[in-house]
Every structure is written in structure tokens, then in C-alpha cells.
């Protein structure tokens, strides 16, 4: 399948820190999509991009849909324990029937 | 409440044993997928299904099977097929768009073999 690569693959941060990943990828996607898993849970949607250059928040999260369609980017701002999690990207390419997910960031906030 | 429920949450396996994980939804969505999912790892598709009675393999098919005879249910058959299959299951759920408002996810199934 499609290769969406996410980096950093795992953050350790400070409470009350902002944090940064993104997603890039080698072909274009028209939608890009932001997850978050808890352990042992299924991810829940976070933020959906649909056109390229869009910025949309969803309360601390800013996801960012990059101009040139190959990549995405999410920011938490003031982090809080709660925010443990791992963060998945996914993406739709046109005519495709399916997601592709990144591999996903490992997020630690030590409180 | 609409959602998607999977079941059992644990399953202990023997090996050489084939073993059902359970997924159901009651959100009305035409799409169901499988995905696998193992620590420290991302998801892989494992089958999906777009309409009743019709599915498609997903990127790691070997070893699993399917059905998909109801809208609401798209049960997961590991069979002894498979070699390594102690993992994480999750199904998900979609309206017919390929996902474009995203999937809804179960809260998964983690099996292992004993």
C-alpha cells in the first residue's frame, strides 16, 4: 500500500509544551485526516482537511494541509497528560476506496 | 447511541485453531474494513468490504477470511493459516465516499495465541 511516513516516531515533552509532527508522503492526497489512539482503543477522529494550504482547529489541536498535497501537519498547543496517545495521519488519494494510515507518533507528556 | 461495537475485547487462541472476532455497527455505513495492528506498529489493511456481499483483500490477507452477509456486521475469521496472528484487531466503519469524512472505529479486539 501507499506510504505515509510520520515523524518523529515518538516525543517525550514536558506538560504545558507545544508539540509539532507531520506526515509527508511521495504522491498527492485530497483529503488528510488526523487520529488519535489511547492505548487499547480504536483511534477517534480528530481534524479532516480537504483542500490544500487549509488550517483548522479543533480546540489545542491546529492540523495544517500542506500546499504541495503531499504532506500534513498537527500542532497541540499547552499540552496536558490527557494528551498521551498516539497520533495517526491517513489519507485518501483520488479514485481510491480507502485510507492509507502513517505510522504513527508516540506522544508522552510527563506531567 | 450509533457506533461499532467489537467483541470479545481479549481472546486467548490454541494454535491450529481457527477463531471468530465479532463487528457490528449500527451507524447505517456501507463500508466496513479490518485492520491489523501490532506494537509499536501503524495499521495494515487486512480486508474491507463496500456493500453487502462483496469484499476486496486489503494489503495482508493471507490467512484471514470474511463475510459480509448483513450491512451491520463484517465478522473476521483468523484461521490456522495464519502463522503469527497474536495482535490487535480494529474494525471500522464508512459512508460509501472511500472515507472522506473519515472512519469510525471499534475499540478493537486483542488476541493471542497460547
Not at chain 1, 66 to 83: C, E, M, Q, W
Not at chain 1, 105 to 110: D, E, Q
Not at chain 2, 46 to 70: H, L, M, P, T, W
Request: net charge neutral; hydrophobic share 30%; charged share 15%.
Amino acid at each position: 500500500g501507499q506510504q505515509l511516513n510520520q515523524s518523529p516516531q515518538s516525543m517525550f515533552i514536558q506538560e504545558g509544551e507545544d508539540v509539532s509532527m507531520n506526515c509527508t508522503s511521495s504522491s498527492i492526497f485530497n483529503t488528510w485526516l488526523w487520529y488519535k489512539q489511547d492505548p487499547g482503543e480504536g483511534p477517534v477522529l480528530l481534524i479532516a482537511l480537504y483542500k490544500a494550504g487549509e488550517l483548522t482547529s479543533n480546540g489545542r489541536l491546529t492540523a495544517q494541509f500542506g500546499i504541495t498535497r503531499k504532506d500534513s501537519f498537527l500542532n497541540i498547543s499547552a499540552s496536558i497528560p490527557s494528551d498521551v496517545g498516539i497520533y495517526f495521519c491517513a489519507g485518501i488519494q483520488t479514485g481510491a476506496n480507502n485510507l492509507f494510515f502513517g505510522t504513527g507518533t508516540r506522544l508522552t507528556v510527563i506531567p | 447511541d450509533g457506533g461499532i461495537t467489537q467483541s470479545p475485547k481479549y481472546l486467548f487462541r490454541k494454535e491450529g485453531q481457527n477463531v471468530t472476532l465479532s463487528c457490528e455497527q449500527n451507524l447505517n455505513h456501507d463500508a466496513m474494513y479490518w485492520y491489523r495492528q501490532d506494537p509499536g506498529q501503524g495499521l495494515r489493511l487486512i480486508y474491507y468490504s463496500q456493500i453487502v456481499n462483496d469484499f476486496q483483500k486489503g494489503d495482508i490477507a493471507e490467512g484471514y477470511s470474511v463475510s459480509r452477509e448483513k450491512k451491520e456486521s463484517f465478522p473476521l475469521t483468523v484461521t490456522s493459516a495464519q502463522k503469527n496472528p497474536t495482535a490487535f484487531y480494529l474494525c471500522a466503519s464508512s459512508i460509501a465516499d472511500g472515507g472522506a469524512y473519515g472512519y469510525t472505529f471499534g475499540s478493537g479486539t486483542r488476541l493471542t495465541v497460547v
